[in-house]
Nanobody
């Protein structure tokens, strides 16, 4: 019922910044959590950052102090501001939404956007 489209990925030098966007289309009653995951070659997909309906956030230890997740309700968009990027941040970043619609719980994944950090 919801489509997620990521954008903002690209190639950046170590120490640089990128801002990822995830635009949601469709209908939800309420969302539980919106988050960003990433998957690097040969590694498991991991949670990078998440934000709840109450506005609380949590981050992977590896990105604390560098990444910030936020949500613009008017635009139905979640952002991930990534600063002080490191080569280890190189991965495909996926947006994820866990939400309620008409009494049922759903989850949706975006198709991913590539982030490459060069040293």
């Amino acid at each position: 019922q919801v489509q997620l489209v990521e954008s903002g990925g690209g190639v950046v030098q170590a120490g640089g910044s990128l801002r990822l966007s995830c635009a949601a289309s469709g209908s939800i009653s309420s969302f539980n959590t919106m988050g960003w995951y990433r998957q690097a070659p040969g590694k498991q997909r991991e949670l990078v950052a998440a934000i709840t309906s109450a506005g609380s956030t949590n981050y992977a230890d590896s990105v604390k102090g560098r990444f910030t997740i936020s949500r613009d309700n008017a635009k139905n968009t979640v952002y991930l501001q990534m600063n002080s990027l490191k080569p280890d941040d190189t991965a495909v970043y996926y947006c994820h939404l866990d939400y309620w619609f008409r009494g049922s719980r759903f989850s949706s994944w975006g198709q991913g956007t590539q982030v490459t950090v060069s040293s």
